[in-house]
T-cell receptor
């Protein structure tokens, strides 16, 4: 079974600085998707960025980028120019498909605090 | 274009009672998944519905059941509530031909 591990329960960063959140996963599949979701206090789970395993190029969405190391099964999220609105829980997730049904396997989350 | 909606927002129930949570998927989506998120944890997959049938189930007991209607909306039912069922229940919708998954705001269930 696939597992996702986020080893940093909490992280903090100064506003305008850069922060990296770590994620490792375990799978025997060769083709899969990885995601980072943001969950602010409002509870809405918001997709931040996604990476297809067959693509070697790291995904980028504005201030958010990933460092995808397939051999190491590592998928870290880098947030540049941190803003107060980035404060939230961040979850790394692995997408698996079983009998046609896709499901997401989530890590435990990292709470990110932005210091003004 | 409305996103995924869930009702109610909050719910308080007593042990042993039954509860029904509701979800309307994003317009154009035909697949609904339910997740349970305990406090301080990541969401756990409960099950997925497609074409009004349960297509896959996570490691949850039969007390958890669901239904999908012809308009693709879905219900999650939990019988014989336990204190440990207290959690945020998230509904996620997707279109069967794509990989994008959108989450609703969740229903906070408290069992006393």
């Amino acid at each position: 079974a696939q597992t996702v591990t986020q080893s940093q329960p909490e992280m903090s960063v100064q506003e305008a600085e850069t922060v990296t959140l770590s994620c490792t996963y375990d799978t025997s599949e060769s083709d899969y998707y990885l995601f980072w979701y943001k969950q602010p206090p409002s509870r809405q789970m918001i997709l931040v960025i996604r990476q297809e395993a067959y693509k070697q190029q790291n995904a980028t969405e504005n201030r958010f980028s990933v460092n995808f190391q397939k051999a190491a099964k590592s998928f870290s999220l880098k947030i540049s120019d941190s803003q107060l609105g980035d404060a939230a829980m961040y979850f790394c997730a692995y997408r698996t498909v079983i009998q046609g049904a896709q499901k997401l396997v989530f890590g435990q989350g990292t709470r990110l605090t932005i210091n003004p | 274009d409305a996103g995924v909606t869930q009702s109610p927002t909050h719910l308080i129930k007593t042990r042993g009672q039954q509860v029904t949570l509701r979800c309307s998927p994003k317009s154009g989506h035909d697949t609904v998944s339910w997740y349970q998120q305990a406090l301080g944890q990541g969401p756990q997959f409960i099950f997925q519905y497609y074409e009004e049938e349960e297509r896959q189930r996570g490691n949850f007991p039969d007390r958890f059941s669901g239904h999908q209607f012809p308009n693709y909306s879905s219900e999650l039912n939990v019988n014989a509530l336990l204190l440990g069922d207290s959690a945020l229940y998230l509904c996620a919708s997707s279109f069967s031909k794509t990989r994008a998954v959108y989450f609703g705001p969740g229903t906070r269930l408290t069992v006393t």
